[in-house]
């Protein structure tokens, strides 16, 4: 994508998540501290858009970006099915990247993890060596590429140790959805006995609606977060969860986009580390 006059020295970040979903997730903190690391120091800035979940706003956000040449490059998460965006900032010549599960039609860079199934594969595995049997996924919105892809992974480690998933289940990563989610499943003929969930904040809500059914964790379900935030380390049980380096893939993002933006002596960006099980207290073996 070829770039438009002289540079704004400004990377944009246009984010599609409802203000109290962003106030109680710090997943976006974490990659904007990443990516500011790197940016700082070159004398680049942040150009953040919180736009909430209209679609109509976030087109309009990278139009503006793009027609008043407020920054150079834009860098984009969480990719969707049938995601628009690739397309509109081809259109805008918009350069970018893509921080997440890259989509396979489009040319966009991506930066994600080198083995982006281990984590899910070394969760499931610590929950069947646990002996449980009933193991339950609560995923993201399926719009979500990555929420196709990690419960692919999931019901493939399941198969291959001869099990089929307990129940799957889909959430908004709002705390109300996830825990009505938890709720319907704990409260089934046969509920599971290990839940594993699509990020830390959604697993905190299985945790708190557990609680409330009288239902212990780790003794009478077992919990999986995933992307170790620090929150999981604070609360009792400690969360087990699946760590992603989120400071990490932020300063990759970073430096892709300013070796693009020709920027010189940029390093190139770092190989992501595979996602890795963290092993704490909400996980146990099973009853």
């Known amino acids: 994508m070829a770039l438009r006059g002289a540079k704004t020295r400004a990377i944009g970040m246009v984010v599609n998540r409802a203000p109290d979903?962003?106030?109680?997730?710090?997943?976006?903190?974490?990659?904007?501290?990443?990516?500011e690391s790197e940016l700082a120091p070159r004398d680049y800035g942040l150009l953040l858009h919180i736009v909430g979940?209209?679609?109509?706003?976030?087109?309009?956000?990278?139009?503006?970006?793009?027609?008043?040449?407020?920054?150079?490059?834009?860098?984009?998460?969480e990719s969707r099915v049938n995601d628009p965006r690739a397309a509109l900032l081809h259109d805008l010549r918009l350069p970018a990247v893509l921080i997440?599960?890259?989509?396979?039609?489009h040319p966009i860079p991506a930066v994600e993890a080198t083995d982006r199934d281990q984590?899910?594969?070394?969760?499931?595995?610590?929950?069947?060596?646990?002996?449980?049997r009933r193991i339950a996924y609560v995923s993201g919105p399926e719009d979500r590429v990555h929420t196709g892809h990690r419960r692919g992974t999931f019901t493939d480690r399941l198969h291959h140790h001869g099990l089929l998933?307990?129940?799957?289940?889909?959430?908004d990563f709002a705390a109300r959805t996830t825990g009505a989610a938890v709720t319907q499943l704990l409260l089934d003929d046969s509920p599971p006995t290990a839940i594993v969930f699509a990020n830390d904040?959604?697993?905190?809500?299985?945790?708190?609606?557990?609680?409330?059914?009288?239902?212990?964790?780790p003794g009478d379900v077992s919990v999986v977060g995933h992307d170790d935030l620090p929150v999981g380390q604070l609360l009792h049980?400690?969360?087990?969860t699946i760590r992603q380096d989120l400071d990490h893939m932020?300063?990759?993002?970073?430096?892709?986009?300013?070796?693009?933006?020709?920027?010189?002596?940029?390093?190139?960006p770092p190989a992501v580390t595979p996602p890795q099980l963290v092993v704490r207290e909400s996980t146990a073996q099973a009853r």
């Open 237 to 240: 049980p400690q969360l087990t």
């Open 100 to 105: 997440g599960t890259p989509w396979p039609t």
């Open 53 to 77: 979940e209209h679609p109509e706003a976030e087109e309009r956000a990278y139009r503006r970006l793009a027609d008043e040449r407020r920054v150079d490059a834009v860098v984009l998460t």
């Open 21 to 35: 979903l962003l106030n109680a997730d710090p997943h976006f903190a974490l990659l904007i501290a990443g990516m």
């Open 165 to 171: 998933p307990s129940h799957t289940a889909a959430s």
């Open 250 to 268: 932020g300063r990759a993002a970073a430096l892709s986009l300013l070796r693009h933006l020709g920027e010189e002596d940029t390093p190139a």
């Open 201 to 217: 904040m959604m697993a905190l809500a299985g945790i708190s609606a557990a609680r409330r059914l009288g239902r212990d964790v």
């Open 119 to 132: 984590g899910m594969k070394d969760a499931v595995d610590h929950l069947v060596g646990l002996g449980h």
